[in-house]
């Protein structure tokens, strides 16, 4: 893929026009988990898309970007600059990627019941009580492709937490890099496509329990 990059009316450096430039198109899907929306019956995420050019043999300063793809503006964004001879955009929303995350099956686990004195003597608390438990949650994560252009350089990246680890998934990720998981998917126009992931969600509850009143016995004469 080529395209040509000129600068925004504002800036008027003429110098600032490249022809056919190589370029490539990142786009990424975060997901990240808390305790309460690991349970969700229905979550929405957005893809993020990044166009990366290269070879430019002239720095470019911080400014703003047109990106021209046969003869019509494709994006208008903005750039921190050149480095070594490449250059980013910045990172928008990609309305061609419509994603759904729906909640599968939830595994209730047994809960473990812990009591302790305060770790702070406090005259009014007897113990800590903590109930502590492990629930296994199935998700399916769908996208799909709603443009007309085959859609490539895809990520789906789950990030783990404390609270909500990988269990496991189908299919298995493309690449591990804890706490990261990463599929690589590629999409035809109107094609879709889903990760069923297994996530553990570690649900802990603490309550202060207190001293039962002391009753003193009164002396009648």
Known sequence: MKATLYPRKKIRLEWFKFESVPFEIN?????????????????????????????????????????????????????????????????????????????????????????????HPDPRIKEIETRRRKDLIQRKITLKNISN?????????????????????????????????????SLDPDQSTSVELSVVVEIVKTFRIEKEPVVRSQKFE
């Open 27 to 119: 786009r990424e899907t975060e997901i990240k988990y808390a305790v309460s929306s690991a349970q969700y019956d229905k979550l929405t995420h957005m893809t993020k898309i990044q166009y990366i050019f290269n070879n430019l043999n002239k720095d470019i300063p911080q400014t703003d970007l047109i990106v021209m793809e046969k003869g019509l503006p494709t994006l208008y964004s903005r750039t921190p600059g050149s480095v070594a001879g490449k250059l980013s955009s910045e990172k928008h929303d990609d309305t061609s990627i419509e994603i759904n995350d729906l909640l599968v099956k939830v595994e209730r686990g047994k809960e473990e019941i812990k009591r302790e004195p305060p770790e």
């Open 149 to 185: 252009k085959r859609v490539q350089n895809l990520k789906l990246k789950y990030i783990e937490v404390k609270e909500v680890r990988y269990e496991s998934s189908v299919p298995e990720p493309t690449k591990k890099d804890l706490p990261e998981y990463i599929w690589e998917i």
